[in-house]
């Protein structure tokens, strides 16, 4: 748990604005490793739900993370001909709730290694530790990594990840 308290300082140094009056949407913009989800959130029509009280817990992923989806994937996702399917993919990093690093990892405990997040889209992630960081597992078997945890936004909590997890 220290790990996330140190990286969680580190991360705040980056997101220099952050304060408990901003949303997790105003948290992501004022990042320039995400203007790519913002983009897609922008697209997806996700912007007014995610300013709303919430709370909402973010799993966010970078634009390094985007980088690694097969060519021309975000592309395509982001016509407006695919809003629809990119929301159902933005709003499976999105749970109800305000689940901070202690929750996530207390919640892995509790499960004896590994714990269901059931997400805003209706899907489920899987979290587990391994080497002392958070592993989020998607229904298709990908994994992302929290690379950043707990920072806040007063209506929630963003948690950074180095790939984009996938619904079925």
């Known amino acids: 748990m220290k790990l996330f308290a140190v990286v969680a300082i580190a991360v705040a140094s980056v997101f220099n604005t952050v304060s408990a009056q901003k949303t997790v949407v105003d948290v992501a913009v004022g990042s320039k490793a995400h203007t790519t989800l913002v983009a897609a ?3 997806a029509g996700l912007v007014e ?15 390094d993370a ?4 097969p060519a021309g994937t975000v592309e395509t996702l982001l016509k407006p001909e695919n809003k629809a399917k990119l929301a159902q993919i933005l709003t499976y990093h ?7 690093a ?4 207390a919640a892995i405990k509790a499960g004896k290694g590994k714990a269901a997040v059931k997400t805003v889209s209706g899907g489920t992630l899987t979290a587990s530790l391994k080497d002392g960081k958070v592993i989020l597992t998607d229904e298709n078997g990908g994994v992302a990594t ?3 945890a707990d920072i806040k936004a007063g ?5 950074v990840i180095d790939t984009v997890v996938l619904p079925k």
Do not use: C, R, Y
């Open 146 to 148: 929290v690379v950043a």
């Open 41 to 43: 959130v922008t697209a």
């Open 94 to 100: 999105v749970v109800a709730g305000n689940l901070d």
């Open 66 to 69: 985007f980088a690694k989806l």
């Open 49 to 63: 739900t995610l300013q709303s009280a919430g709370p909402f817990t973010v799993f966010a992923p970078t634009n």
């Open 155 to 159: 209506n929630g909590v963003v948690h």
């Open 102 to 105: 202690a929750a996530v990892i």
